[in-house]
């Protein structure tokens, strides 16, 4: 006692006591806060340990991993020998066994090109750049040859030329305006020569490898293609309806609610119905489309929709002062909607756009039900196999675990942007 | 003069190809008339299409028999039923999955949503690994996961798992279980059930009144329950307490009597539930966390008891953050319904999914899937509009 006391009658400061620092301080902090909070925690204790316990024993320790056929396996925990003996087939489907590797490495190629558009870094002209080569890599290994028809050259060099000469004016200097100019002309005269029959149907081939048709994908590159391209595709042209929403030209407006809101009220599934059966129609007869390219017609034609509404709140984040500063400088519509109005809307709209993005991943599962074969649904015909049948839970926890991990780290991803990209307005 | 002079003045003259009015309409027009280009260059191959397969067009199929079963239905129909009623089944089947769905994911994300804001670390960490393990899956994986389960897991109907003194019975056929015999009571319990309904309204209007002016609370939630419960009770009790029922037996293969829970919508409501609640349990959470602090404090200072401090101060303003994402959700629902086809579950899309491959006429069935998914998304849309606008702040 008399230990606390200093002289001039002050008291030493003690240590907090025992129970309030350390593991027994947060304990008694955030599980046993008081009686109530006491008992939930026991009763949380023992639900979590029971299920645990018994997931665990069916997973891990009674589980078996090298039986060579489903009947081994009966009996038992889980039969993770049927992923064992199945997996190959999960990622990549009916492609071709021994070459794999094309798939895989496309898999590999598309990841890069996300990650690498992950940073903030790339985000400028980089960027075309990284989806361009990613893109040509992806698809080569996929089909195993590519044909690049001349028209489409000559359309890159005038959407290039036009973008370019409407952007940069009074920005660029001359000889980066003559290149523009340059460009535009190329693709203009080649297109409309094209056009008139004067040029032929050239393409150039680049065919190293088996062409592998789009009915034998499978697995995680349909899917990742799907959601990615899907994306891709449906980014520009939910611009266009968000802008045309916003816009004042009462037609135009009226034609973009109208889409937006269509699509909006109907499931994916009827749309996939829609590409599947009426798509064939709506076409000259004799035109048939590939099943894939269907597919991903329609994920592009929802996606659209939706980025447009996200598209939207980010325009109408914008302060009205902007626009009218815009209209003061005397840029035109072009100049001021992707010089002044898309770089800032864009940029409050990235977070919800890979929630977006999240969305559409997990969507693209439901094209199994037009026969494509997507992830889940190699997955579900690994089910199939009259030698493994009877063990849904293994491979459909597998799936899983596997799409767990792209959306999960693409939430992460979006959280960490979120913070990152309000750095600027933070406090 | 000096005026008409000063306004000729400011008006300043453009040419036609700078003035924005007339751009407008020329682009405008530009583009409408493309898109009308479109829509002719499809239609007609359509047309074109529909001539050379033979392919009839228009809505009269839907009074043909239809001729094929429909597993799960809530009216009466057999395969003699004409197509009009089977996709009538369909949007029935559609109809109760979401309605279920949207009370019960409703109830279970609340509490999730609370559940990650407690004090407690455990059950915060549990109600947020949940939030994430749902999310992050596809909806349809956790269906077949779930479907799979009940149809391969369960015994068959000789094995099922019986409780309740052999009265409730769960196979993979799904959970039999008895039901009072139909009587014509019935119906009049509902007129009473829907005037006791409109009675609790009426009861709970007056309560909420009589307080305004004098202070006296009513407890207006619990009598108003009594009201509703009690008068088709009444009337039940009033035609003599008919209790005959209808047990589920085993007759053959399958269980025969009292009624059932089919396992493709045991398995479409759990996916459509556990799915969404996780969503919901996120919109809850963000909706709690941002009312200000200093509004529970103040409604402790003035007496309020927990309840009626969430009831009457904190519930009330958390909605306004809620009711718009929590409508997105309840549409999501509605749409995701659609995944039954997967599954085997016999809702509007599938009845026209078997429409369609049994006449060819997908333009028309098409349009009618449109049809109804776009009625029922604006009808839930423009109920939750009039309760957000009633719910909002207003301002002066």
Known sequence: ?427 | MAVAALGSATRVKVAPWNDPVIRGWVFQIVVVGLVAALAWYLVSNTIDNLNRQKIASGFDYLGREAGFEIGDTMIAYSPASTYARAIWVGILNTLRVAVLGIILSTILGTLLGVGRLSPNWLLNKICAWYVEAFRNVPLLLWLFLFYKLISEAFPGPRQAISALWNSVFLSNRGLYFPVPMADPIHKWMGVALLVGIAGAVVLYRWAKKRQEATGQPFPSISSGFGVAIGLPLLVWLAAGAPSAMSWPELKGFNFEGGTVIQPEFTALLVGLVLYTSAFIAEIVRSGILALHKGQSEAAAALGLSRGQSMRLVLLPQALRVIVPPMTSQYLNITKNSSLAIAIGYPDLVASINVTINQTGQAIENILLIMAAYLSVSLSISAFMNWYNKRIALTER
């Open chain 1, 1 to 427: 006692m008399s230990d606390d006391a200093l002289p001039g009658g002050e008291r030493r400061q003690l240590a907090p006591p025992i129970d309030e620092t350390g593991a027994l301080g947060w304990m008694r902090k955030n599980l046993f806060s008081s009686w109530g909070n006491g008992i939930t925690t026991v009763v949380l204790i023992v639900a979590v340990g029971w299920i645990l316990s018994g997931f665990l024993d069916w997973a891990v320790f009674t589980a078996n991993f090298t039986a060579a056929s489903g009947t081994e396996c009966r009996g038992g925990g889980a039969c993770w020998a049927l992923i064992r003996e199945k997996w190959r087939y999960i990622f990549f489907g009916s492609f071709p066994y021994e070459q794999h590797w094309r798939p895989f490495f496309a898999v590999i190629a598309m990841l890069a090109m996300l990650i690498t558009s992950a940073d903030r870094r790339m985000w400028n002209w980089r960027l075309l750049v990284i989806w361009g080569v990613g893109s040509v890599i992806t698809f080569l290994l996929m089909f195993g040859q590519i044909h690049i028809p001349l028209s489409l050259v000559l359309f890159i060099a005038l959407a290039v030329g036009g973008v370019g000469l409407s952007l940069r004016k009074a920005i660029a200097d001359t000889g980066e305006m003559n290149a523009y100019r340059v460009l535009a002309a190329i693709g203009f005269v080649g297109l409309a020569l094209r056009i008139a029959g004067v040029l032929p149907a050239w393409s150039l081939a680049i065919a190293p490898l088996s062409y592998v048709e789009t009915s034998l994908w499978g697995g995680i590159p349909v899917t990742i293609i799907l959601a990615t391209y899907g994306l891709a595709f449906a980014f520009p042209y939910g611009v266009l309806l968000a802008l045309g929403r916003r816009s004042n030209l009462p037609l135009i407006k009226g034609l973009c609610v109208g889409f937006i809101e269509l699509i909006r009220g109907v499931p994916l599934i009827s749309l996939l119905i829609m590409a599947s059966v009426m798509l064939p129609l709506f076409l000259p007869s004799g035109t048939t489309i590939d099943k894939f390219l269907r597919a991903q017609v329609a994920v592009v034609l929802f996606a659209g929709a939706y980025i447009a509404e996200v598209i939207r709140g980010g325009l109408q984040s914008l302060p009205k002062g902007q626009f009218e500063a815009a209209d003061a400088m005397g840029l035109s519509y072009p100049q001021k909607t992707l010089l002044i109005i898309l770089p800032q809307a864009l940029r409050v709209v990235i977070p919800p756009l890979i929630n977006t993005f999240i969305g559409f991943f997990k969507d693209t599962s439901l094209v199994l039900i037009i026969g494509i074969f997507d992830f889940l649904n190699t997955a579900n015909q690994a089910l199939v196999d009259p030698n493994w049948a009877g063990f849904p839970a293994e491979v459909y926890l597998f799936a899983a675990f596997i799409y767990f991990i792209f959306c999960y780290s693409m939430s992460r991803y979006s959280k960490y942007l979120e913070v990152e990209l309000n750095k600027g307005t933070r406090r």
